[in-house]
T-cell receptor, first 115, second 110 residues
Framework: AQSVTQLGSHVSVSEGALVLLRCNYS??????LFWYVQYPNQGLQLLLK??????LVKGINGFEAEFKKSETSFHLTKPSAHMSDAAEYFC?????????????FGTGTRLTIIP | KAGVTQTPRYLIKTRGQQVTLSCSPI?????VSWYQQTPGQGLQFLFE???????NKGNFPGRFSGRQFSNSRSEMNVSTLELGDSALYLC?????????FGSGTRLTVV
């Protein structure tokens, strides 16, 4: 079975500060990992994904994540927070990138940006 | 390229009724999966369809069902609604480039 743990259900950072959202995964097979962002009353928007091509993955809106197998982590970072980054962020794991396996999500981290 | 379209966006139903939600995937995507999002349980997998066949099913009661049509559009049905079925229902369309989600249908059961 696969699982994802997101440490910190709420994270607050000042505008312009570093954003770090933590995700640890458990998987018996090489995982595919995703970060999604959700704004109020919206669906999930893909920020970035790890599909084994490169361990440092760059996504949209200045976000990036690094896959560390030894730490079973896939933390999301952004060098400088912007007010528009306030949203809920979900880390997800699956065994395949082809849609034939379910996504298993973490419980989410709500990011608040302090002006 | 049009995204994943879910209709309706909002729905209010009475306990005991049934409801049908619709999902139109991205053109060319043949896999459609459904997820339920609630504050208490988070995001949970309901089922996944590919070429009109259900390939995977999550741990939900039989009141939750779905189907997929030959044009890859999918519907999910919930019968005998309970208050606990109130949730955001998300549909994801998939290809070899990953999973794209729609905006969801917000179902409120009163």
């Amino acid at each position: 079975a696969q699982s994802v743990t997101q440490l910190g259900s709420h994270v607050s950072v000042s505008e312009g500060a570093l954003v770090l959202l933590r995700c640890n995964y458990s998987s018996s097979v090489p995982p595919y990992l995703f970060w999604y962002v959700q704004y109020p009353n919206q669906g999930l928007q893909l920020l970035l994904k790890y599909t084994s091509a490169a361990t440092l993955v760059k996504g949209i809106n200045g976000f990036e994540a690094e896959f560390k197998k030894s730490e079973t982590s896939f933390h999301l970072t952004k060098p400088s927070a912007h007010m528009s980054d306030a949203a809920e962020y979900f880390c997800a794991v699956t065994r395949s990138n082809f849609g034939n396996e379910k996504l298993t999500f973490g419980t989410g981290t709500r990011l608040t940006i302090i002006p | 390229k049009a995204g994943v379209t879910q209709t309706p966006r909002y729905l209010i139903k009475t306990r005991g009724q049934q409801v049908t939600l619709s999902c139109s995937p991205i053109s060319g995507h043949r896999s459609v999966s459904w997820y339920q999002q609630t504050p208490g349980q988070g995001l949970q997998f309901l089922f996944e369809y590919f070429s009109e066949t259900q390939r995977n099913k999550g741990n939900f009661p039989g009141r939750f069902s779905g189907r997929q049509f030959s044009n890859s559009r999918s519907e999910m049905n919930v019968s005998t609604l309970e208050l606990g079925d109130s949730a955001l229902y998300l549909c994801a369309s998939s290809s070899d480039s990953g999973y794209t989600f729609g905006s969801g249908t917000r179902l409120t059961v009163v």
